[in-house]
């Protein structure tokens, strides 16, 4: 375990949800829901790496949050659907510029995002 990388995925994690839940009240929806993405990437990151795991895509991280910590028991599957629906909702949120997001879907996703980094912090 490096716990120099753990600490600073961990760290990035918890200013993305910062930033998410700033950006809901400025009212920029659609780049909240990007961030909060980002805070629970970072977060599972910080996850993976307790195993030394290194995953740098969006779907190795998914693909290596499974085998190593979902797999394992060490964290419940609900996690995951979480990292993968999150994900979606980031993916409309930075490419789908007809996709009008919400104050209540914003919100929801920084509650997602609280709960996920909630639960790592628990597990590190």
């Known amino acids: 375990m490096n716990r120099n990388l753990v600490l600073a995925e961990w760290l990035r994690a918890y200013a993305s949800l910062q930033a998410a839940e ?8 659609a780049d909240a829901i990007s961030r909060a993405y980002y805070a629970i990437l970072h977060a599972a990151k910080a996850g993976l790496h307790v195993h ?4 740098e895509s969006h779907a190795a991280v998914r693909r290596m949050f499974g085998l190593h910590l979902i797999k394992s028991e060490e964290i419940e599957p609900k996690w995951s659907a979480y990292l993968t629906a999150s994900l ?5 949120a930075d490419y789908d510029v007809e996709t009008e997001f919400s104050k209540k879907e914003a919100t929801t996703e ?3 995002a609280r709960e996920f980094l ?3 912090k628990q597990y590190l």
Do not use: E, F, Q, S
């Open 88 to 92: 979606d909702d980031r993916l409309a």
């Open 118 to 120: 909630k639960r790592i």
């Open 22 to 29: 700033n950006l809901t009240r400025d009212g920029l929806y």
């Open 52 to 55: 030394g795991v290194a995953a």
């Open 110 to 112: 920084c509650v997602r």
